[in-house]
Nanobody
Framework: QLQASGGGLVQAGGSLRLSCAAS????????VGWFRQAPGKEREFVAA????????RFLDSVKGRFIISRDNAKNTVYLQMNSLKPEDTAVYYC?????????????????????WGQGTQVTVSS
């Protein structure tokens, strides 16, 4: 079970921190991805963190602005979003691959993830 939270309305240049809480006794091995979907657009990858080794990947347009981290003791992955822009406005979804087998080459693909949260709205005003 996944619970995404932390969305809201923020002005351009502001920050938000999204949280993705998951259940499971082996959460430390889960790969977790964040995706977003803006109105009228297809879902796109934003960021991901592998369970083993903690390898991270980011969408080019968020590199240097977004940080992904995890607290395995809390079964939670965070997406710290800084210097937000209006084009970051979207519903943000977290997803997990609990197998521990996510390849670095495919961790940016939605098909690598088995379970999806309900989404949290992020709106950035100009």
């Amino acid at each position: 079970q996944l619970q995404a939270s932390g969305g809201g309305l923020v002005q351009a240049g502001g920050s938000l921190r999204l949280s993705c809480a998951a259940s499971g006794r082996t959460f430390s091995s889960y790969s977790v991805g964040w995706f977003r979907q803006a109105p009228g657009k297809e879902r796109e990858f934003v960021a991901a963190i592998r369970g083993s080794g903690g390898t991270t990947r980011f969408l080019d347009s968020v590199k240097g602005r977004f940080i992904i981290s995890r607290d395995n003791a809390k079964n939670t992955v965070y997406l710290q979003m800084n210097s937000l822009k209006p084009e970051d406005t979207a519903v943000y979804y977290c997803a997990v691959d609990p197998t521990g087998l996510t390849a670095v080459a495919t961790m940016m693909s939605a098909t690598s993830y088995h379970y999806w949260g309900q989404g949290t709205q992020v709106t950035v005003s100009s």
